[in-house]
């Protein structure tokens, strides 16, 4: 198979392939977005986000459920997470953008589970002393993302585990272990660290209510290979007496390379929120493009932006501005703008970006103790 058609695969361990999303929406069987659920949301934050603006929140289950449990006057929740097996990128920092406007819109508490455990059980080459590492350095980024910090509970699953443990056990004991193998596809060889996990990030979905002594709807902000984890929670949530946890569902970030998400295993088509800006100027300026073999060609056929790492940049994160937007690609389409010119000032912009971010990640160590669960 040439790596134009590969077979699509999408678990929440592998994620590879042309991304075809309505095909993902039909095989997980969950609702498309609509505009409505987008004009609720937008009317409650006062804008609409660019993620929301740009199709990238692709589905849901549940939120229009969740909206209207808001409008009634009840409390509600976010939940969200982070495998921590390396560094942060910027594909990562997408939902944890969305999770921000969603706290601030609906002045919500945000869970947010840092699983360690997970990525020691599923990682071969990972040790505990490494995913707790990244687990901390992690958590400076999801900072950085400017969360409130009394509305926000980060936490390690290892190191909190008291607080966890015994919703997770409840969880645990409500799923047979042939409903994990028709669910994730275990195999004999698995360890059972990793049959024993689902019940962690389920257990999430539950902590608030917990914690709080009410029930309270939780919404999932989450990448759509997530899915898997809530199909399962939501099979016994009201059997354990709280809600289906909701849930809404991102598109990948593309990588720099050709096709693909952004992915931490081509470090050199990621860029890392800890990446000198120097260096992530030259990924950019070596990044896939959409455009014609020659400046001569793009100038008389045009790019295709669609094919276009560097546009995926400017549609998903950085230009703001729509009609700015439209304008590069009419440009990009026509053969007026050429590749190096739009490469360069993506890469300009994503520096500083970097420059910024690390500054507001560097401060994040002052008051991390503030963001963790207690
Ligand atoms: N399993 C996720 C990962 O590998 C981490 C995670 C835990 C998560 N809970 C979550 C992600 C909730 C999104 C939402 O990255």
Redesign the pocket.
């Known amino acids: 198979m040439t790596e134009d058609n590969e077979e699509m695969v999408v678990t929440?361990?592998e994620v590879r392939g042309e991304i075809d999303y309505d095909k993902l929406i039909e095989q997980f069987g969950v609702q498309p977005m609509t505009p409505s659920i987008t004009e609720r949301i937008a009317k409650q934050a006062g804008f609409v986000h660019l993620q929301l603006r740009r199709g990238i929140y692709l589905s849901h289950r549940d939120v229009d459920w969740w909206l209207d449990e808001h409008n009634k006057g009840n409390r509600v929740g976010l939940?969200?997470?982070?495998?921590?097996?390396g560094h942060v990128h910027l594909g990562?920092l997408l939902?944890w953008f969305f999770c921000k406007y969603l706290q601030d819109a609906f002045d919500t508490e945000l869970y947010f589970?840092?699983?360690d455990d997970?990525?020691f059980v599923?990682e071969d080459h990972l040790t505990l002393d490494q995913t707790i590492g990244y687990t901390y350095e992690n958590a400076l980024d999801v900072i950085a993302c400017g969360l409130d910090q009394e509305k926000t509970h980060i936490f390690s699953d290892t190191e909190h585990i008291h607080h966890l443990y015994k919703i997770a056990l409840r969880v645990s004991k409500r799923v047979t272990y042939s409903t994990a193998k028709a669910v994730f596809g275990f195999q004999d060889s698995d360890n059972i660290g990793m049959i024993w996990y689902p019940a962690?990030?389920a257990m999430?979905c539950f902590l608030q209510s917990e914690r709080e002594g009410a029930n309270i709807p939780c919404l999932?902000?989450?990448?759509i290979?997530?899915d898997p984890?809530w199909r399962m929670t939501r099979d016994i949530a009201e059997k354990m007496g709280y809600y289906k946890p909701a849930q809404i569902h991102a598109k990948f970030l593309p990588g720099l390379g050709k096709g693909g998400k952004m992915s931490s295993s081509m470090p050199e088509t990621a860029i890392f929120t800890i990446d000198p800006p120097e260096i992530a100027e030259k990924k950019v300026m070596a990044a896939f493009t959409g455009g014609q073999a020659t400046v001569r060609e793009q100038k008389e056929k045009g790019g295709d932006p669609t094919a276009c790492s560097v546009y995926a940049y400017y549609y998903f994160l950085f230009e703001e501005d729509d009609s700015k937007l439209v304008a590069l690609e009419n440009e990009c389409r026509s053969g007026s703008l050429v590749c190096g010119d739009c490469k360069a000032r993506l890469a300009k912009i994503i520096s500083r970006f970097l420059v910024d971010f690390q500054v507001k990640r560097e401060k994040a160590k002052d008051n991390l103790e503030e963001f963790l669960i207690n």
């Open positions: 929440p361990w939940y969200t997470g982070r495998g921590p097996s990562h939902p589970q840092m699983t997970e990525k599923f962690m990030q999430t999932i902000p989450a990448a290979d997530q984890y």
